[in-house]
């Protein structure tokens, strides 16, 4: 039989110390306008109200999926570089790091997605109370689960 036959002395526990996933701090992501088009601004019972066309959510989707599939970040790709800088970073963290960055300079190519074990990119949208659609594809959890080419392509 492969049981111990004794315990040892179990070690103390530490004492819990919370440390938030994702703590919250100004936002430096560079951010680009994809179109003012189809995008307005209206009045309803006294308060602004933003109004979004199918058409500008459809192009949003598509740059959404566009960059997710084929760029990183600036601070990402920065962060990389620094580990190729780092002296006390190991061989396999350099190695990790430059093999990351020759996938990134395959995707932003265009033709090949950065996620190639399965070329799947998911992207979210969130609508607050006070923006109006005028389509139905982003209340279907269908468009945001499906392929880009099958995604964008579908009139929903």
Known sequence: MNAPTAFPDPKP???YKHTPLFPLGADTTPYKK???EGVRVEKVLGKDMLVVSR???RALSEAAFGD????LRPGHLKQLRNILDDKEASDNDKF???DFLK???IAAGGVLPMCQDTGTAIIMGKKGARVLTD?????RKLL???PPPLAMNMNL
């Open 13 to 15: 526990v530490p004492p």
């Open 34 to 36: 994809v179109t003012a």
């Open 55 to 57: 058409e500008a959510l």
């Open 68 to 71: 997710i599939n084929h760029y």
């Open 96 to 98: 990790v790091a430059f």
């Open 103 to 105: 996938n990134a300079n």
């Open 135 to 139: 389509g139905v594809a982003w209340n």
């Open 144 to 146: 945001l689960a499906l």
